[in-house]
């Protein structure tokens, strides 16, 4: 067994079992040069078999599960607890976005028997019509995240955060396992959202050997989404800034897609507003022509580096701390994200 297995002369007579134990937070690698036996076969399959178990999942703690797998899970009464619980005022601007995630998500979350009645009033034959899965659509740094964590605020549930491209693997199939073991956490929590960021990552490199496996999670990730949409009060959010490179499989199971635009000189008024709250309204504008196409990030990022350079002025002076001028902010402005 001190041959190196990888080696392209013995891909053919080595033969690899690998799988993962969501109870004991292990994974299984089984493997031998040559045939297995029947008796290894079936020793391996009980072996499967009783880690797949009921008793193994069902009893398993789903933060310890999730975390194994570099997954977070964000809290909201221990947000407001700590003080960091966040609403629709914490992102300026943005009130279509807004409106949208408050009637597509929130509410039907908040007062699903509300929508149970309605079909019964409107339908022929009532139906579920309460959100299974929602995307949102924008550029990087826009407030997807954000606007995520609020959704899970305002409606008390805990927001399982997946970055999709931190749980593909290097290794064949495990991609899809990870993301199956995603699923079957969040399953254990009684309600919850599942956020599954740069869900681009699966628009996949199409050379060869890489179709396959970004073709193997996609089929996992399907038949998850259509299972989890089934638990009540629990909803699948996904935030992608390549809606086009989406298969249309995937795409065809988010009931809406919310776009997210840059802000308009509006927007971007209110956002400095935000982090330089010592400037006239006059001011802030100004300073906001000179933003145009920026997102809420890079803003907030060009307010960080006035403050610095600002900083590093007042320490060579021996100054006292006072605020950054306007002149500063409008100076460089014109050079943000240069």
Known sequence: MNENLFETKNLLD???FRFYSGRTKNRVEITKKGDFTREELFAILTLFQFLKSEKGIETANPQELLASLGVEVFYPF????????????QIAGYEGVKQQILESVILPLKNPDMLSELSKLTRKFPSDTRPRAVLFEGDPGVGKTTMARIVSCMTG?????????????????????????????????????IFL?????????????????????????????????????????????RKQDLDHALLSRFDRTIYFPLPDLEERTKILETYALHLSETERM???????????????????????????YLIEKGLKPIPPPYELYLENSSNCGK
């Open 14 to 16: 080595t033969v690899r």
């Open 78 to 89: 221990d947000a407001e607890k700590n003080g960091k619980s966040i609403t629709f005022d």
């Open 157 to 193: 549930l805990p927001l399982i955060y997946v970055p999709v491209e931190s749980i593909m693997s290097k290794y064949y199939g495990e991609s899809a396992q990870n993301m199956a073991y995603v699923f079957e956490a969040a399953a254990l929590f009684p309600a919850c959202l």
């Open 197 to 241: 960021d740069e869900i681009d990552s699966l628009a996949g490199n199409r050379e060869e050997g890489i179709f396959e496996a970004t073709r193997k999670i996609l089929s996992v990730l399907l038949r998850k989404i259509d299972g989890f949409s089934s638990q009540r009060n629990s909803v699948t959010i996904g935030a992608t800034n």
């Open 286 to 312: 100004k300073i906001a022509e000179g933003l145009n196409g920026h997102s809420g990030r890079t803003i907030r990022d060009f307010c960080d580096l006035v403050e610095r350079k600002w900083a590093s």
